[in-house]
């Protein structure tokens, strides 16, 4: 090597070292104090499921009521684990990318507690009958703005470092995690600041509450788990993205496609525009078009060449994320049908399938790649144990397989058996009765996989990991093999 | 791609579906007027603007505060996007005693006084927006003069006491309801349940609210020609 390539290997990991100093506080607290939330989501997750089969179970509790717990469990996801998991995966890759330091850490990390804060109050709130009864809004109406406040003063430091990166080129993943950048706001604001600021027809306020649904699943979870998955595929297999035009078909027709989509969860609901559900039915199913073009694009990233890939965590859990963004794909088009399937999964518990697969099942198996990938390049330690990493990867995929697929298909059954206007309502119940049981199950045996993933970030957080050697690979035998690709 | 390009696009590829799906129904839904009536038409002229009677407003915030959206939704959706109007009790009563079939699709005014339509996520329980007329129907064919108020009362205590309803999933609301020590007289709001020689079992202020909100649950009042989509009365067979 010439002493001028390796003199810029050399300032190159300066500055990646540089990076990943400043942000080890910021990211570290993200990422840990998202996965607590997601400990406290499961758990609530696991009693509202319970008392779906079983409602005698804490039956004397008003705080464990379904219709509480349930609305904790899925804001406790979303706001608590999603966001925060996001915040930290977000800028650490942007300040990568854009080969910035990051300079505002005390602010971000600041803007990090008072969102805890305030996540934690609106779910006292929702767990003490508070809640707005607006789904996936439920938090108290004081929450939102604080909310928002926070999400500007974390994230704008990121923009602010593309701004000034050295060069006109971008990465694909920039251009995903900048888009979400930019798309959150512009949605957050428009539903919270349209619901609880400005009235309108009450069943105008449901079709934007369930355009916000799906506006927040797609244009800001997904491209985060999409800009997470194009910058770890090149970087964990050394091969480049096959076709930068596919990348950049993929990108905007998200962009194009998902903004018109959310609005069919009102099919048959007399709205002003009778059409605008089956606009968001259409939208809903064209949305498999980029899903699958990104995940194809960066599948070949991956498999691109005939040499064995590593056994690296964050690989795993990245291609796992990809086959949930390809089942996501599936369910997008088979559960938005007009003439057939609509009428069937509208009113059942496909809906909770489809929102645990894109939050879990894709979002979070990504988010869980990127963890495994980042937090020994901020702690400067390996993960300790292989053993625990595919404890959680393995269960946390049986857990989202069974969810997915059970309600999935379980709502399917329960929307037949809503369409069998003969028979008495008491079938339609009887019908969800096993796949609530397989739901419970699911969630348990993801609490299970989760408990090691806790347990593993909790120990890399005070400093336990091993020190130097060969990055902890998935494979317990290959321990001592070589060196990955950083 | 450098920033400005993108910015614009991004802006004007979500701005336009935001402006058209969001913003300008908004705007456009913001004032429903009532629908004018017609000598022709509807047989007398005048304006049609229901009103909804009990206490919506609170009614309807104990109803989103306990989740009751979760599991039971509160809309007839036309036959193209559903079977809710084939069934015998949904959309209103298909042998009602009085006026026979008074099934309707919901409209957009049945949601008065509500500022969120609770539209409902799942149907684990079956369908809201008639149940207020159910409730009448079983009462009326039970005899004896007794109150559909009870009926929610006491499923709202405890769905599974009821055998007709003993495999429900309904949370029971307990504690919206609260145990008294009866001092001289019993309280004329005391239900007719839960309680015994010493107490009695009262609703509370949420559980009264939400009562009268179910109670207004009923879509069978005349609609206008506009919103009428039921077919035309078939003609007497001439034999």
Redesign the interface.
Known sequence: MSSASSATALSDATLRAGIDRSLRHPVMFFLTSGAAWLAVSILLAIIASIKVHCPQFMDDCEYASYGRVFPAHINTLIYGWGFQAGFGVLIWLMARMSHQECRAAGTILTAGHVWNLVVLLGTIGILDGRGTGMPWMEFPAFVWPGLLLCYCAIVVWSFIQFRVRDGERSYVAQWYLLGAMIWFPWIFITANGLLFCASTHPLMAAAINAWFKSALMFLFFIPIALGTAYYLAPKLTGRPIPSGSLAKLGFWSLAVVAPWAGMQKLAGVPLTGVFLPYLGAAATVLLAVPLAIAVANILRTIFSSEEKLPKSPALHFTLAGLMGLLLLAVAAIALNLPGSSLKLTQFSISGYGFEILALYGCFSFMMFGAVYFIVPRITCREWVSSRFINMHFFFSAYGIVAIAFGALFGGFIQGSAQEAWLQPWETVTDVVRPYAAVSTFAWCVILFSNVFFFLHLAMMWLGLGRRGGAPTLMDSAAEHAAPASH | ???RP??L??AA??G???LL??IV??????N?GPITLTKETDGAAGIFYPKRSGRIVNG??V?????????H?Q?A??T?????M???DLAGLARDPERGDTRR????YD?EG?????????????DLANVARRFEAAVAAKGGGGDPAAMFYAHLYD??RNPETR?????????LFTRREIKGQPSNEALPFGGDATSELLPSPDAKALVSYLLAMKKDQPVPAALNFAPPEPKAAAR
């Open positions: 791609m450098s920033l993108f910015i696009g991004l590829s979500f336009l579906a935001w799906v969001v129904p908004f705007i456009m839904m913001r429903l309807a915030k109803y989103a505060e306990n989740g009751c959206y979760l599991c939704t809309v959706r036309p193209y996007a559903g079977n809710d084939y069934r015998a699709e919901t409209n957009a949601f509500e500022t969120f339509a609770q539209i409902g996520l799942t149907r684990m329980g079956p769905p599974r495999k429900s999933t309904c949370p029971s609301y307990r504690f």
